[in-house]
């Protein structure tokens, strides 16, 4: 299992597109993604469950992978989630 | 919606009940924000008054009402000094004043000396103890989030689950749009309510993001838009999960009804019905099925027992043959 803190930097915050792209990338790995933000964790492949969290620019969001493929998983998804577009 | 996380503070309370319930700060206002309340639960310190602290419920939010007060007024001056000391020494997360009664002003004193917060509320006693405990049940119940779809199909509260792609979100729209009441897609926040009541909202922060519904090759799907208010609930008891799975040879399903599988959430158990999914199948009705079942079974009537019962009858006894079946000639 891996786990690290990101702050989010995108201007503004992770909205409709850059978590489609960030589910899009996590359905192709078979580890378990797990998002979670002031607490509350949330499954990293599904889109609506991402926007519940509403994570503003600046905010702190903690990502988890686990399963076979994680250490290639946990790359792509961090550089996902730490890209300012 | 507010957070569950099994503790609120004295100021939490002021600021969400301030209008509601009348309730000023009476002294103290600097342990607001580290005044913690963490049970439902409240006191009265009359025996703490009376001079008896051999159990005082600490942890308890104090109502001072009139028969605490009218029997703090018969104490000398020492004695009501060196009562209230202890009792404020005792270190509750506060006190609260009913039907707006003054304090003698050395409970106001001992307030700021303690920085334990005092809060007066114009409110009668008893209805506002029923109010308080109400709402700390509420505030207080452990929280759960649960990935799957809430929807209310004739009355009972549905939980959808599955893995992801299992088909959760498209059997809930079928369900809409056949007349349910959607409540939550994908991320399902579980309150437990008293000792054996989940209650299911959506996860999301705003109403406005609650009831959209992902569908696989659409995008996000508006259900309000869509069906407008009655397809929408904000909230719905949970009351049975069903568990969609793939469907792999050599897996036992259900066949009869008879044997009965729980699921267990923050401890309380629900009964959970899983049910193979296979292309062609119509998930929608099986789950009107599935709902009908529970209300029926809420009445008293299982239909798979009954259908035993009355089959083992027919075994053990003669056969009793239809007199519609023997007299139609045709």
């Known amino acids: ?85 | 919606m507010s957070d569950h996380s099994g503790k609120i503070t004295v100021g939490n309370l002021l600021s969400e009940k301030e209008k509601e319930w009348d309730l000023q700060l009476a002294a103290g206002g600097q342990g607001l924000d580290n005044h913690f309340i963490v049970t439902s639960d409240i006191n009265r310190p009359g025996m703490a008054l009376a001079g008896y602290t051999g159990v005082f419920l600490r942890e308890r939010i104090q109502i001072v009402g009139s028969t605490e007060l009218t029997y703090f007024a018969t104490l000398s001056n020492k004695t009501a000094s060196g009562t209230v000391r202890r009792l404020f020494g005792l270190g509750p997360p506060c006190f609260i004043v009913t039907k707006g009664l003054d304090l003698p002003s050395i409970w106001l004193e001992e307030a700021e000396h303690h920085s334990l917060p005092v809060l007066r509320t114009t409110m009668d006693t008893t209805p506002f103890i029923h109010r308080l405990c109400a709402y700390l049940d509420y505030r207080l119940a452990p929280e759960n989030h649960i990935h799957g779809d809430l929807v209310d199909v004739f009355g009972v509260g549905l939980l959808i689950t599955g893995e992801s792609g299992i088909g959760k979100s498209e059997c809930a729209l079928d369900l809409v749009d056949r007349g349910h009441r959607l409540v939550a897609d994908d991320a399902v926040k579980v309150i437990r309510r008293g000792t054996g009541i989940l209650m299911g909202y959506s996860a999301a922060k705003t109403s406005f993001l609650a009831h959209h519904i992902e569908i696989r090759g659409v995008g996000i799907v508006d259900v309000y838009g869509l069906y407008g208010i009655r397809a929408i609930r904000v909230q719905k008891r949970v009351e049975v999960e069903v568990q969609l799975v793939h469907r792999k040879q050599g897996m036992d399903y259900e066949r009869v009804g008879l044997e009965e599988q729980l699921s267990e959430i923050l401890g309380v158990r629900i009964p959970r019905v899983t049910i193979p999914v296979v292309p062609g199948k119509n998930l929608a009705l099986v789950l009107e099925v599935i709902a009908k079942n529970h209300v029926l079974k809420v009445f008293g009537y299982h239909p798979a027992k009954v259908f035993n019962k009355e089959l083992m009858r027919l075994m053990n006894k003669s056969p009793r043959i239809d007199p519609f079946i023997t007299d139609d000639q045709e």
């Open chain 1, 1 to 85: 299992m891996r786990r690290c803190e990101v702050v989010i930097r995108k201007a503004v915050g992770l909205h409709a597109r850059p978590a489609a792209d960030f589910v899009r990338k996590a359905e192709r790995f078979k580890s378990k993604v797990r998002l979670a933000k002031d607490g509350v964790w949330v499954n990293g492949k599904s889109i609506l469950s991402i926007l519940t969290l509403a994570a503003e620019n600046g905010s702190v969001v903690v990502l988890e992978v686990k399963g076979e493929d994680e250490k290639e998983a946990f790359e792509a998804l961090k550089a996902k989630l730490e890209d300012d577009t």
